[in-house]
C-alpha cells in the first residue's frame, strides 16, 4: 500500500481518537461498576488504610465484611479509611462495624472530602452490626486524597473498623471554559469563608442486631 507525504498527518488524529474512544470505554466500565458494587475500603486492604493505635485484628463476631475487622479500646488514635475516586461527584459514604454491650455509643466518623471542611457524625456501636450504615452524602473530587477517619478521642468503650462503601449518587458537572468578561462587582457574599459543618448523628436502619458481649 503507498502512503504519500500527508499519510501521517490523517492517521496520527485517527490514532488519537481511537485512544480517546478506549479510554472512555474503560472509564465508562469503571463508573458502571461503581453504580453496582460501590468503591469499598476494607481494614484489610494492603492501601487505602492506616491506623494510629495497637487496632487487633478479630474474627469473634459474626457480620463483618471481607476476612476480619479490628478493635480496640483506647482515648487515642485512630483508623483511616482513604478511597480512589476516579470521577467527581456526589458519594453516599456509609460504614460497617460489630456491635456489642461493651462498645462505645459515640464513635465519631470524620468525612474529610479533599480540600474541605470535615463533617463528624456519630455513631452508636452498641447495636445494628454487621450492616451498612449510611453517614450521609458527600461531594468528592476524584483522587485519593479524600478519607473517612475514625477519632478514638474520648472513647471509653471497645470500638471497632472494618470497612466503608462509597456509592455514587451523581456525577459532577462537567465545567467549560468561557470568553465571558467577569463582573467587576461581585456579590459582597460571594467569598465568604465556608462555615465549618454541623455535628451530625447518623440514623441506624430499621433493622437491628443482637448485643454481643465477646470482642
Known sequence: KIFNDNSAQVISPLLDLQNNANRLQTNLNTLLTQIKTGIIVDNAD??????????????????????????????????TFSPNIPQAGTYEVSTRYLAGTNRESNVSYNIIPEGKVATTVLVDQKSNGGLWLSLGTFDFPAGNNSKVVIDLTGSNGYVTADAVRFDLRSLAPVTTTSNTVPVSNPSPTANAPTAAAPLRTAVPPPTTTPNQTSV
Not at 54 to 73: L, M, N
Open 46 to 79: 494492603l492501601t487505602g488504610i492506616s491506623r494510629v493505635g495497637a487496632w487487633e485484628k478479630s474474627t469473634t463476631v459474626s457480620g463483618y465484611y471481607g476476612q476480619d475487622y479490628e478493635i480496640i479500646r483506647s482515648q487515642t488514635g485512630s483508623f
